[in-house]
Structures are given as structure tokens and as C-alpha cells.
Nanobody, 119 residues
Framework: QVQLVESGGGLVQAGGSLRLSCAASGRLFSTYHMGWFRQAPGKERHFVAAISWNPVTTFYADSVKGRFTISRDNAKNTVYLQMNSLKPEDTAIYYC????????????WGQGTQVTVSS
């Protein structure tokens, strides 16, 4: 069982930066692949970024490549999402998620943190 708690969201002007954190409970955090997703008002939840259990492999949605960076600190049971050059269309609730298998669905989800980018 993994519990995930996101933090770091807020209101920022276009072009600004935010760093989201996701703190995980449990001693097996380092064995989980982690991901970030987002859901804008009235829209479905979409993939943003993912990182393998050993932070070797990362994946990004095309819409955030070159602007967002996912990272993790297994000693701190935390995964991060550094977001730069933010745009109004990045406004959404951001969720982190965890899964055991590379090809499996995400098993655990956080409650989300709101990110609002003003123009």
C-alpha cells in the first residue's frame, strides 16, 4: 500500500515556474514507477510525465517536453515535477501516481494539487 500526497501547486503568471512534490508513504517507494497526470476543468485526465523506479528512464507528453522535468529522490520517498515556462493551458489539477510494473496500470493516486497559470 502506498499513500501519495502532492504539494507545491499555486497561482503563477505565464512564463513562471513551479515545482510540485509528491511524498509517498511506505518503505517500497523505490520499487515503484511514478507518474504525473493532470486534469483541466471539464476535461479528462492526461499523462504528463513518468519516471522509472531507478531514475534512469523518463517519459514526457509532447505538450510539456523541454519545459517540465520529472525527478525522484528515493531516499526521501519523493517525486518532483519541475515546471518551467508555464502557459495558461497548463492550468489543471496535477496528480501523482505509482505503479509496480512498467506495463501495468497505475495502482495508487494522490489527491491532487491545483496549478493555475494566469495570462
Amino acid at each position: 500500500q502506498v499513500q501519495l500526497v502532492e504539494s507545491g501547486g499555486g497561482l503563477v503568471q505565464a512564463g513562471g515556474s513551479l515545482r510540485l512534490s509528491c511524498a509517498a508513504s511506505g518503505r517500497l517507494f523505490s520499487t515503484y514507477h511514478m507518474g504525473w497526470f493532470r486534469q483541466a476543468p471539464g476535461k479528462e485526465r492526461h499523462f504528463v510525465a513518468a519516471i522509472s523506479w531507478n531514475p534512469v528512464t523518463t517519459f514526457y507528453a509532447d505538450s510539456v517536453k523541454g519545459r517540465f522535468t520529472i525527478s525522484r529522490d528515493n531516499a526521501k520517498n519523493t517525486v518532483y515535477l519541475q515546471m518551467n515556462s508555464l502557459k495558461p493551458e497548463d492550468t489543471a489539477i496535477y496528480y501523482c501516481a505509482a505503479k509496480r510494473g512498467v506495463n501495468s496500470d497505475y495502482d495508487y493516486w494522490g489527491q491532487g494539487t491545483q496549478v493555475t497559470v494566469s495570462s
